[in-house]
């Protein structure tokens, strides 16, 4: 089996994206990858380093040769780590790694996430949520517009942690990317599941939570689709991306400060 060297990181991941249970923890050279990943984004093994050599690797985590073999072929189809013969087997540097993988976000989200991280992940959600935003109002279909108004409506019954809140915040946003009807924006979905995790993992405390003034952003964001506004559309949903980036910017800081995060909630 694999050896639980880094306790830490094994503790976040049960925590992490999934509720409770490892995400990832199927066969061994899935364990195996999952926990090599994780290990790599926190820099256990960092950018521009030489992993050690597989005999080394094997007796630390108590894994075949083939379970290792097949534990780095995961990591190098996510662009994570290079094989080069009679040197070795490197980790690549973080402009190279696939971060619309699942996994890799994932794995960021098990470690501690910096600024920088969080920061990158909404500059991409500011690129594409208020144009699409603008989109969904200018075609309000009625289809898209039920959707996501019962997704509103989950949000509130859901807002004092009486169910999924995230899962509802979730299918709000993806809502809105799909009534584009462009299917690469809609696989951006993965990318506000993960920004969505990270930003409720950051400042919740205790149960799942809304504060009310990001509950009627998105309330205002439904109205401006319904009454088929785009350009309200748009700055509302400007508006909420800025206020909840600096929601977990500020949890950031407190966790940096007193080792934990404030009591305030966030939501977008």
Known sequence: ??????????????????????????????????????????????????L????????????????????????TAKSLIVARPKVGTR???????????????????QAVPTENFVNDLYVLRQMVEPAAAGLA???RSPQTIERISRAFSD?????????????????????????????????LGVLIH???HCTFQLSWEGAARIQDD???????ILEAIRDGAPERATQRMTELLRDSINDVRESL????????????????
């Open 1 to 50: 089996m694999v050896e639980v060297r880094h306790r830490s990181h094994m503790a976040i991941a049960e925590a992490g994206m999934s509720g409770g249970a490892t995400p990832f923890a199927r066969s061994i050279h899935s364990q195996l990858a999952d926990q090599l990943g994780r290990d790599i984004v926190s820099e256990v093994y960092a950018p521009g380093e030489l």
């Open 52 to 75: 050690p050599n597989v005999i080394e690797m094997c007796e630390r985590f108590h894994v075949s040769r083939t379970a290792l073999r097949e534990a780095y072929s995961v990591l």
């Open 91 to 109: 980790v690549r540097p973080k402009s190279e790694w696939n971060m619309l993988d699942p996994e890799v976000l994932a794995w960021h989200l």
């Open 214 to 220: 990001r509950l009627q952003q998105h309330r205002a």
């Open 137 to 139: 109002a200018a075609s």
């Open 194 to 196: 993960a920004s969505l």
């Open 253 to 268: 800081a407190r966790r940096g400060g007193r080792g934990d995060a404030g009591p305030a909630a966030s939501s977008g």
């Open 155 to 187: 949000m509130e019954r859901f807002r004092d942690g009486a169910g999924d809140l995230i899962d509802a915040d979730l299918e709000f946003h993806l809502a809105i990317l799909e009534a584009t009807g462009n299917h690469f924006l809609a696989a």
